[in-house]
T-cell receptor, first 111, second 114 residues
Framework: DAKTTQPPSMDCAEGRAANLPCNHS???????VYWYRQIHSQGPQYIIH???NNETNEMASLIITEDRKSSTLILPHATLRDTALYYC????????????FGTGTRLTIIP | NAGVTQTPKFQVLKTGQSMTLQCAQD?????MSWYRQDPGMGLRLIHY???????DQGEVPNGYNVSRSTTEDFPLRLLSAAPSQTSVYFC?????????????FGPGTRLTVL
C-alpha cells in the first residue's frame, strides 16, 4: 500500500461539513483510496472508497484530485457521533487483502 | 448476522501465561485477520488467513500463533505473554475477491500483561 499522510487532528462545528484531507502522492495507478473510521475504542468501520471518480454514499463523499495525489473525505452535516479517528488507506483491490493503517486524523465535532 | 465476534472483551494475564483470543464470523468470509492497536499507533497486522487451513504472517507475528480449521473461526494464541503484548486486539474478516475491500471488524479484546 502506498504511504498516506493525514493531519493528526481536526475540529468541526456540529452541522457543518467536515472535510478531511489525505495526501497519497506515490499512489500507483491501480490502488484505490479507502476511508475507514474508528469510533472511540470500537473496531474500524468502512466508509467509502474510490479510484479516480468522485464517490458518494449514505455516509460520506470522496473527492479525488485529477492527478490522484490527494483526496478529501467529506461528511456533509457532521454530528457528534462523527467524532472518531479517520483512516485514509491506499490499497489494491485484488490479491492483496491486507490493509495498512496509518495513525489517521482524530476528528472532533464541537457542539 | 452477528458479524464478527471476539471473546473475551477484557483479559489480564501475568507474564509467561498463555491464552487464546477467540474470533468468529458468520458471514462465510474467506479472509480473516488479526490486528493489534497500541496507544497512538495505527493497527498493525499480526497474522491473516485466506481460507481454512491457510495462514500467513503479517507485520508483527512474533509471540503469536494462529490456525484456521474452519471458515468461521480464527483463534489467536499467545504462547508466553509479555508486557509488550499489552494492546487492543481486533479481528477482521472480508469476502475474498469481492469488488472492493470492505473489512468487518470485531469489537476488540483489551489485553493487559502484568
Amino acid at each position: 500500500d502506498a504511504k498516506t499522510t493525514q493531519p493528526p487532528s481536526m475540529d468541526c462545528a456540529e452541522g457543518r461539513a467536515a472535510n478531511l484531507p489525505c495526501n497519497h502522492s506515490t499512489i500507483s495507478g491501480n490502488e484505490y483510496v479507502y476511508w475507514y473510521r474508528q469510533i472511540h475504542s470500537q473496531g474500524p468501520q468502512y466508509i467509502i472508497h474510490g479510484l479516480k471518480n468522485n464517490e458518494t454514499n449514505e455516509m460520506a463523499s470522496l473527492i479525488i484530485t485529477e492527478d490522484r495525489k490527494s483526496s478529501t473525505l467529506i461528511l456533509p452535516h457532521a454530528t457528534l457521533r462523527d467524532t472518531a479517528l479517520y483512516y485514509c488507506i491506499a490499497h489494491l483491490n485484488f490479491g492483496n487483502e491486507k490493509l495498512t493503517f496509518g495513525t489517521g486524523t482524530r476528528l472532533t465535532i464541537i457542539p | 448476522n452477528a458479524g464478527v465476534t471476539q471473546t473475551p472483551k477484557f483479559q489480564v494475564l501475568k507474564t509467561g501465561q498463555s491464552m487464546t483470543l477467540q474470533c468468529a464470523q458468520d458471514m462465510n468470509h474467506e479472509y480473516m485477520s488479526w490486528y493489534r492497536q497500541d496507544p497512538g499507533m495505527g493497527l498493525r497486522l499480526i497474522h491473516y488467513s485466506v481460507g481454512a487451513g491457510i495462514t500467513d504472517q503479517g507485520e508483527v507475528p512474533n509471540g503469536y500463533n494462529v490456525s484456521r480449521s474452519t471458515t468461521e473461526d480464527f483463534p489467536l494464541r499467545l504462547l508466553s505473554a509479555a508486557p509488550s503484548q499489552t494492546s487492543v486486539y481486533f479481528c477482521a474478516s472480508t469476502e475474498a475477491g469481492r469488488a472492493y475491500n470492505e473489512q468487518f471488524f470485531g469489537p476488540g479484546t483489551r489485553l493487559t500483561v502484568l
